[in-house]
């Protein structure tokens, strides 16, 4: 596919400039998800339903991300109702979790579970809630389950999807930094290099199923976590920078004067969304994305990089339809324990940006 091309040794100018945001309002935003997502609470650590309905495990994400937003705001202020679900979904990751390490992927079969490559995304993201849990709280059952789902993945086949190796790097990087096994580093470079890496298009982004900016951004995620672990330097650094580069710039194309990004720059790929079959049938040409801020943030974090300005844009944007206590609530919030990541990693970084 022709598509124009972006810088792969400098970040862009910025298109807009944006205030920085009022802590306080962050911490809002954090709240009022937090009261949504009360509502979909079943009372053992998992929110919502099944995509296939009430008699099925909902998604193991919807606990993971939720975890992972509650660490995060705990690091800025104090909340007993948010350590006690933080709490209570750990407990529940470890209840779930497979004699291998890994967790299953409960979306779409309805009966056995076949190691297929979904379950790299169902894994990586409990492995990463249950080592936010062990930084926090010091408790060694935490690490030892991190430690299970990530050894299931250091023997995984690197799955032909992108995003979904991503997410595995991101959990090995982050499980390196607290082990500092081997190991998990060199599996981590070699799924990111050779599952991340391939077919990244001029304009720094990939066609197809990855043109949507949500998968676009767990992409930049897990570059941001193999850069973040790597000394100035290191071979694999210097290899992965321009694809980071040119990564963080078509995100950075992406994002609207309010914000917002675009949801989708493949038009082939937007025109399929259309069908009303299609699982992307919802989105609007331009959406909060909260894993696009989550990348943003980890880009920060990890590198030399400046986004601060792209961060506070989407920190600062209208809050998702339905999540600002006016829309109408979707019923499985399937993507609401992100936005609950995204706004607790939000307040995070704007405290310690002070």
Known sequence: MATHSVPRDHLLERQHQFERPKPEDVAECFRNVHQISEAQYQGDGSWGESPLGP?????????????????NALRVEDNDLYKQRMEEGAAYLLKEQQENGSYLWWC????????????????????????????????????DGSRRAADWAVGHPISPNNNYNSFSVWHLCELYKVTREEKYLESAIHKNKEGGFPRQEPNGAWAGHNAWIFYHAIIIRGFAAVYGVLPEGHEAKEELKPFTISAVNHLLEEQRENGHFRSCWDPEEWEKS????????????????PHALDALIRISDNTEFDVSNAIYGA????????????????????GEGMIQLSYGAGMRWLSEAE
């Not at 259309?274 to 994305?289: A, E, T």
């Open 55 to 71: 008699d099925y495990t909902p998604m193991y994400r919807n606990t993971a991300w939720r975890i992972v937003g509650y660490v």
């Open 108 to 143: 779409h079969e309805t009966h056995g579970h076949p190691d297929t490559d979904h379950l790299l995304f169902c894994s990586a993201n409990p492995g990463v809630a249950l080592l936010e849990m062990y930084k926090l709280t010091d408790n060694e059952k935490y690490l």
């Open 274 to 289: 259309r069908d009303p079959d299609s699982h992307y049938r919802h989105n609007k040409p331009d959406i909060y994305d």
């Open 315 to 334: 920190l600062g944007s209208p809050m998702p339809e339905g999540l600002d206590g006016q829309g109408k609530i979707k019923k499985t919030l399937e």
